[in-house]
Each structure stands twice: as structure tokens, then as C-alpha cells.
């Protein structure tokens, strides 16, 4: 029977219950005598032999040589970039095709005025002295409605037309304190009120409050009244609607650490309504010459911000830049970009990720991948 058990066979292993493994034998120290281990047990089913020690050595070389022959001369490089760094490594030239399917748009840097500013949320209102309420000095129940929600009335047309509770009172029609549209309708036939009860509000939205809030922060020792604010919608994409701050509470209430500010707005064309949602901008202080490019083009973090510059050849290159104030959509460059140079606003964070090889078709060692 064979004992080696590196070369045991389905018959050998039937046959034997247990053998001796060749390194059961082992000694505690010196002058101790061997004493046995517990006998190993070989195991059922056959064994699978292992492959000479030559033959070991050469299936290793093998593995090893296999990557560079599949590879070719000149290919023993990495080519993707470290974990966390960009792909880009130098100039990228793209095709028409490429710049289509990035979606590609560049602003030229232009030199403009900015002014420090803050943004903050806001939202629009009806100034309280061009927002009247209607309502009777007695207890009644309403007649008629003479008006519409969203109708625009003068100050003294007829609104509603109530009954006094008082027994033989004559029915009353309410009129209008202000001019403006008809912005809240609460009141319907049949109606009972008391004299709290407002039975329709109407606005003048000629002019509107940009009622924003502001934390205490250092920007808010630097707001001053008279201030010049833009705003921007939603609902306008793109546009600003400018302004004069005019009014900022002098303090807040112990549970509420927020101070609102309020920017008169002009709403000549009614295309502004109370309650539209935004970002108000203020100027901080005044505006001076920059070279300026839209926020949207600048990439990374702090401390580490680039853009992409159209060269004269069409390639696009990284440059790192330092920045400025920020005035609204547009950031101020202090080094890294000229004045009329392009910088990619849209399609540059897809940019960012096209070297040379997939960008021009070929490597440094000029083989196409």
C-alpha cells in the first residue's frame, strides 16, 4: 500500500482508515523523545495529484509573462488615472462630433462691474400700505359678491353687499379702500361675519415687497437702506427683476433668530404675483471693474478651483484659478483667466474627465486604443 500521502489513490485511501502523516513526529525540546500526534485521517474519493515542482515554477512564469505579451511592445503602462484624480492630464482637442454630444458652450471672460454681495431667500408681498381689507364695523350676513378673485378695482368700487343682524337695519354695500386687483375672496352669499371677519383683501402689485431673511453674520453689519438688490425667479429662468432695498427690522423676537429684509421691486407689467418664491441679492458695497466669467464654469474645491480656456487651436485647457467676489451669477477672477479668453460654461464637467487618449484617439506612444 502506498503511504505517501501526497500520492495516495481511491484504492489506497478504501483501504486505510488511518495513517501516520510523515510530520506527526515532532519533539518538545532537546533529549525529549518523539511522541506521536493523533493519526491523520486521509480523506474518501479520490485525490487530486499535484503538479511536479518544475512544472509549478513553469505555470508560474507563464501567469506572469502573459499581461506584457498580450500587451505588445511599448504598452507596459497604466493607463487609468490615480483614485481620485482626474483624467485629464494636458490639453484636450475634440471633434465636432465630440463637442455636439458634450453639448459644448464657452462665455468669453469680460471685464465688468461688481460689488460685494449676499444672497438670500425671499419671497414677494404686497407692501401693507397699498394692501386694504374689507370688512363691516357690525354683524351681518352677506347679500352679494360685486367682485372676482384676481379682478382689478379702483379704491372705492363696490365689493360686497351685506344685511345688519340688527332688526330693521337697510342692507350696505362695501367699498374698496384701495386700488389694486382682488387677491383674497372670502366672502360669499350667505355668509355671517362680525366686524373681525375680512371679507375680501385687494393688493396694488404695482409695486412689490421682496421680503427676504437674513442670520446674524457679518454680512449684515454691511446692508445698508438704499441699497441696490436684483431678483431672481424660477419662474423667469435667466432674468432679474432689480430693485432698492428699502426697509430691515431693526431687531427680532427673542425666539426667532432671523431679521427680514424687505426690497422694493417695480411690477409695472403685472407679471409678478404675491407669494412668488426666490433669491434676493444685495450689494454689499461699491462696484468696481473685474474681470468676471459665470460661476457655472468654475470646478473643484477650495483651495484647488479650474477652468477650461479655449485655446487659439480649439483645445481646451486647465487652468487653475483664484477668485473674488461673487456679484449674482457672476464670479471675479483674480488669476488664472484673461479678458475675452473662452471658458467652457456647459459641458466642462464631462470635460474634466477626457484625456489625451480619448479625446485625440492615440496615447504618447502613438498607438490607438
Known sequence: MNTDPEKLTTEDTENTEAIMHPTDLRHNGPGDRARPRAPWVAPRGPLIEKPPAAGRILLLALLLITPALLA???????HGPAMGASAHTGPVKLTEAQRKNLGLQTTPAAIVDLAPSVEIPAILVVPPEKHGSVSAPF???VLEVLVKLGQQIQAGDPVVRVAPLAVGSPAQTLASPVSGHVIRQNAMPGLAFTPETSLVEVGDDTQLLAQGLIFQSPELNKIQIGAPASLT???FPGEEFPGVLQRLDTGHAAEDPGFHLYAAIPNPAHRLRPNYRGLLRIA???TQP?????RRAILG???NLFVFVENEDGEFEKREVVT???SGNLI??????LPDEKVVTVGNYQLQYLGAESAGGEDEHGHSH
Open 284 to 286: 454689499l458695497g461699491e
Open 324 to 326: 473674488g467676489i461673487r
Open 332 to 337: 471675479e477672477i483674480l488669476e488664472g483667466v
Open 233 to 235: 425667479l424660477d419662474v
Open 139 to 141: 354683524a351681518g350676513r
Open 72 to 78: 505588445g511592445p511599448g504598452h507596459d503602462h497604466d
Open 290 to 294: 473685474a474681470i468676471a466669467i459665470p
Open 301 to 303: 474645491s477650495l483651495g
